[in-house]
């Protein structure tokens, strides 16, 4: 008999299959495993409640233990679940340019499997339409929350896709952030100015209405046909500003003043090592760079070209010394490579130049300023020696279409420039600008200038104030103080947010341009429209020390 009947007993008249407890007088099946359970939650037992010194009997009996759903052992994922999962799937691919069919790799399907074996992404169609557009809306809301009553300049250009269509887009600027806006398929239509002023007042209409927001100025390229769109637009809506791209206007005077004769000779000499696998080998065992090719579009790159060739100058003759038998008939290389005034001549240029490549990538950045791109029109004028008569004149000629009224007006008002090295003939264009607008604002331009104290105190103009923030932020604080009247506040304000160019759309050709790629002829441009402001937004959300640019280029 198990030890456990120690416990209990059997009392006369009972069942058989009744025992009784000797502490707690209660009546237990009589089955050995039942009688060992009651003895360990029995509280009468003195000191243990488990029974002493034996060792407990497993029940074998079927049901005796928990049982496991079988859903235990399989990975269910929710209806929303899914969705979250899809939605993050599809934000992946849009911010990394990859295509659609990529979820639909089998070693991109294997790596989902082995993370959470229940989950089955969605299908290249499902990427490309359904969750596509969801997203799509999702940044057209959190943009329409960002741009709510701002004012913004609207920029407009023009674009070539790889499929060779004529494409015509806008975006939003605010003066701290650019918004792509849409892109318009020219079709058989000519970019005529007619027709581009069209597309603009649709554009404005488009973003009053999609995001609630002032269209308070246009910016554009320089051409014949987008000077004539600005004359136009002004007509039909005279309280929108319009100006030219200074970093345009810069990148005019720089190929007009760069000796097409350098050039010739150091892009012959680049091609030849860039060409050649030997001549190129040998240049890098010598530990020479890689030449630079300039860009036919951006004429800053030259000036990187040509430093290129200083820097390699010495290994290019190292190498044609040592690899003559090949470059026997290369005898123009070779002249060129052995040129001495050459090496002078390309420095000089350099030296010559380099103040207009430095003032143009500084206007190409998202935060220049329409008053920077004046300051710096300023500075080359008075450091430029410029002495081929016709050369003077074209910079002249350019000098007077970006230094505009609206450009010196922001200028003037500008608490870090406030107005100087303007000429009698300027101040007067913008204090016309300032006269028409609020005549008030003239007495607070000259207040700046002078650093009155009238209504500025020495603090808010001392170099510390005026250098630590920006002058939109400035003339915030001023407006927040009320010793300023708000219509020339709200005036300095307006002006302060004008860019100094529309590098910011082309930026986003760059985007358009890596979405509508050579492997993707197909895609058209709604989708790449949409692509395009999803891959913008989602690059602004990266983690600190991951630019979502580099995704294309790596």
Not at 9 to 29: I, L, M, W
Not at 120 to 140: A, E, F, M, N, W
Not at 329 to 343: A, F, G, Q
Not at 537 to 542: F, K, T
């Amino acid at each position: 008999m198990d030890n456990v009947w120690k416990s209990f007993h059997r009392v006369d008249g009972q069942p058989t299959s009744k025992a009784t407890c000797n502490f707690c007088k209660s009546s237990v099946s009589s089955r050995v495993a039942r009688l060992r359970k009651h003895m360990e939650v029995c509280k009468s037992v003195p000191g243990s409640k488990s029974v002493p010194d034996v060792a407990p009997a497993p029940d074998m009996r079927v049901g005796s233990f928990a049982q496991r759903k079988v859903s235990s052992f399989v990975d269910v994922i929710t209806r929303d679940q899914k969705r979250t999962m899809d939605y993050e799937v599809g934000r992946y691919i849009y911010s990394t340019n990859l295509p659609f069919s990529h979820v639909e790799h089998p070693r991109f399907q294997a790596f989902l499997s082995k993370l959470r074996p229940g989950y089955k992404p969605p299908t290249r169609q499902t990427i490309g339409s359904t969750i596509l557009d969801d997203i799509y809306q999702d940044v057209v809301t959190k943009t329409q929350e960002s741009l709510l009553r701002k004012q913004v300049t609207l920029m407009q250009d023009g674009w070539k896709a790889r499929t060779q269509d004529a494409v015509i887009s806008h975006c939003l600027t605010t003066g701290e952030k650019a918004y792509f806006l849409n892109a318009v398929s020219a079709g058989e239509n000519e970019k005529t100015a007619e027709y581009c002023v069209k597309l603009l007042q649709d554009a404005i209409q488009l973003a009053e209405d999609r995001y609630n927001v002032e269209v308070i100025a246009v910016v554009t390229d320089n051409c014949n046909s987008m000077r004539k769109m600005r004359r136009l637009l002004v007509e039909e809506k005279p309280d929108i500003l319009t100006y030219g791209c200074h970093p345009h206007l810069l990148n005019l005077v720089g190929k007009r003043l760069t000796p097409e004769c350098l050039q010739e000779k150091v892009e012959k000499v680049h091609k030849y090592f860039r060409n050649h696998d030997t001549a190129a080998a040998l240049l890098k065992k010598k530990n020479g760079t890689r030449p630079i090719m300039a860009s036919s579009i951006r004429w800053n790159s030259w000036i990187r070209c040509f430093e290129s060739y200083l820097k390699n100058q010495t290994k290019f003759l190292e190498v044609s010394r040592m690899d003559e038998s090949r470059m026997a008939n290369e005898d123009e290389i070779i002249d060129i490579l052995n040129d001495r005034s050459l090496y002078r001549d390309v420095e000089n240029t350099i030296g010559y130049l380099k103040p207009i490549q430095l003032a143009l990538d500084s206007l190409q950045k998202e935060n220049a300023t329409l008053a920077d791109g004046v300051s710096h029109w300023l500075s080359l004028q008075n450091s430029l020696v410029i002495t081929d008569e016709k050369s003077k004149q074209y910079f002249e000629k350019q000098f007077e279409r970006a230094v505009t009224d609206v450009g010196i007006a922001a200028y003037m008002l500008n608490p870090k420039f406030k107005g100087n090295g303007l000429s009698t003939d300027l101040v007067d264009k913008g204090q016309r600008f300032l006269t028409a607008k609020t005549p008030f604002s003239i007495i607070i331009a000259t207040q700046i200038q002078q650093e009155s104290s009238a209504y500025f105190s020495k603090t808010l103009l001392s170099d510390a104030i005026v250098n630590g923030c920006t002058a939109l932020e400035w003339w915030q604080s001023v407006k927040a103080s009320e010793k300023v009247s708000s219509s020339v506040t709200d005036l300095a304000i307006t002006l302060m947010k004008l860019p100094a160019g529309s590098a910011d759309i082309e930026r986003h050709f760059s985007t358009l341009g890596n979405i509508m790629n050579e492997r993707r002829t197909r895609l058209g441009l709604p989708k790449a429209e949409k692509l395009c402001l999803i891959y913008k937004n989602l690059a602004g959300d990266n983690p600190p020390g991951h630019d979502g640019d580099d995704w294309f280029h790596k």
